[in-house]
T-cell receptor
């Protein structure tokens, strides 16, 4: 069974630009969640999508948004990039969500904002 | 404020030795607590998930304990191997599977 895939793996952008990251979950998984990981703050939860609906949201500004498609693939968008957005962005998929399901993480997208 | 604190921040042990990592949380209400292992440059991998009613769960050489009364958890690694060198992250979920609160992790280095 193929794992969670994320594209691209590396990305360099400049301040003010916007970026879209993609996540393909494990086949059959309906929940996709997104996380930001930085050396200073560690892992932080961004949001979770289930059946194309945002079900849970972390404490991030509105510049961070996402969506999920009918095939459960998900995209995350960050607008008006800031230097502090440089981070590893991880997505995870699970069958039903954040309750007690095992989350399977992808390898992440490393975003560098210059 | 919902928080998850892990200790120690880093740890160095010799191959074959045991070690215990700690996690204290203030998340309330509580749904479940997870331990993840994250190798450098890779996404986290789930080790254990425990709900309020569970106080111990094992996954091979990894054994997690949970005391919901004191809001403490530990991860015990038996007979450590070089491949155990990684960051170990404790994650707590509020009720009904709401947003996850992450600890900052313990970096474990196993040397030969």
């Amino acid at each position: 069974k193929a794992g969670v895939t994320q594209t691209p793996r590396y990305l360099i952008k400049t301040r003010g630009q916007q970026v879209t990251l993609s996540c393909s979950p494990i086949s059959g998984h309906r929940s996709v969640s997104w996380y930001q990981q930085t050396p200073g703050q560690g892992l932080q939860f961004l949001f979770e999508y289930f059946s194309e609906t945002q079900r849970n949201k972390g404490n991030f500004p509105g510049r961070f948004s996402g969506r999920q498609f009918s095939n459960s693939r998900s995209e995350m968008n960050v607008s008006t990039l800031e230097l502090g957005d440089s981070a590893l962005y991880l997505c995870a998929s699970s069958l039903m969500g954040l309750s007690t399901d095992t989350q399977y993480f992808g390898p992440g997208t490393r975003l560098t904002v210059l | 404020k919902n928080q998850v604190e892990q200790s120690p921040q880093s740890l160095i042990i010799l191959e074959g030795k045991n070690c215990t990592l700690q996690c204290n949380y203030t998340v309330s209400p509580f749904s479940n607590l997870r331990w993840y292992k994250q190798d450098t440059g890779r996404g986290p991998v789930s080790l254990t998930i425990m709900t309020f009613s569970e106080n111990t769960k094992s996954n091979g050489r990894y054994t997690a304990t949970l005391d919901a009364d004191t809001k403490q958890s530990s991860l015990h690694i038996t007979a450590s191997q070089l491949s155990d060198s990684a960051s170990y992250i404790c994650v707590v979920s509020g009720q009904a599977g709401t947003a996850l609160i992450f600890g900052k992790g313990t970096t474990l280095s196993v040397s030969s």
